[in-house]
């Protein structure tokens, strides 16, 4: 005798849960597609990926347990997976030394884990590295969202963040391209930077190829429409995980240093 529970029997209840649920599930991994897209601007191709920080467990990560630098997306993705969790996004969420430690400032979990670099190098602009081509700046998630400041300016604003990562250049300040960008230039490599855009979204992209710094730049502010934007690593140290497209980059430099992941 079959089971009737409020007028329906109780196996085609449980198969419209089930057809329910994998709705659901389709519809979350449409909408996780939908946050990652190709890009092409001026003769370029770019991945963006788009999320809402409000709406998004975006977290950085450095060491293990074991007080170790993870070094690639896979062994955070691995750690994860030992929590019950899932990374379905990550990048490289600045530069790093020789030893995988963050260059600059580094607050993961509302601690500083590394100090700001306030330092300058002196010397002709193509001479003077990434990082220090002033203004530099802070990418920082925080109770109000996300935010770009320059280093100075985040210094000063004495703000508690749950996490900070510091990289440069600053590749375009509330709406004004970095003064050193130089348009034309012939130092075209793979580059990777994060924007704060309209309604405090933020971008990541990765160029597919080899671009300068000013027109990767106009592509946050002029397709992208992010007031500010930061530089986070350009050539080998460029990279991105994205299971949908495939890809799980690794740093020829050895690893990464700080990453940057969205947590399911």
């Known amino acids: ?98 030893d995988f430690s963050p260059l600059g400032l580094y607050i993961e979990n509302g601690r500083q884990l590394r100090p700001a670099d306030t330092g300058s190098v002196d010397g002709p602009p193509a001479q003077v590295p990434n990082f220090y081509k002033k203004p530099n700046g802070v990418f920082f998630l925080g109770a109000t969202g996300a935010g770009i400041l320059e280093t100075a300016a985040f210094i000063a604003a004495q703000m508690g963040v749950r996490y900070a990562t510091q990289s440069g250049p600053m590749l375009v300040i509330e709406n004004a391209l970095h003064p050193a960008l130089i348009p034309g230039s012939t130092d075209r490599r793979r580059r990777s930077g994060v924007g704060v855009c309209e309604n405090g979204v933020v971008r990541f992209a990765i160029s597919d190829g080899a671009v300068n710094f000013h027109d990767f730049a106009r592509l946050f502010r002029d397709r992208l429409a992010c007031p500010n934007a930061l530089f986070l690593d350009g050539g080998h140290g460029a990279g991105l995980y994205l299971p949908e497209a495939e890809r799980n980059d690794f740093s020829w430099h050895g690893g990464y240093g700080p990453i940057l992941g969205l947590v399911e």
């Open 1 to 98: 005798m079959q089971m009737i529970v409020g007028g329906w029997s109780k196996k085609p209840m449980l198969l419209i849960l089930a057809l329910v649920l994998l709705a659901v599930l389709a519809m979350q991994q449409r909408a996780m597609a939908r946050a990652c897209a190709e890009e092409r601007f001026e003769g370029t191709g770019y991945i963006v990926c788009t999320f809402d920080p409000a709406t998004s467990n975006l977290r950085l990560f450095w060491k293990n347990a074991d007080g170790e630098p993870y070094r690639s997306f896979s062994n955070v993705g691995a750690a994860l997976r030992d929590q019950g969790k899932e990374l379905v996004f990550a990048a490289n969420a600045g530069m790093y030394q020789a």
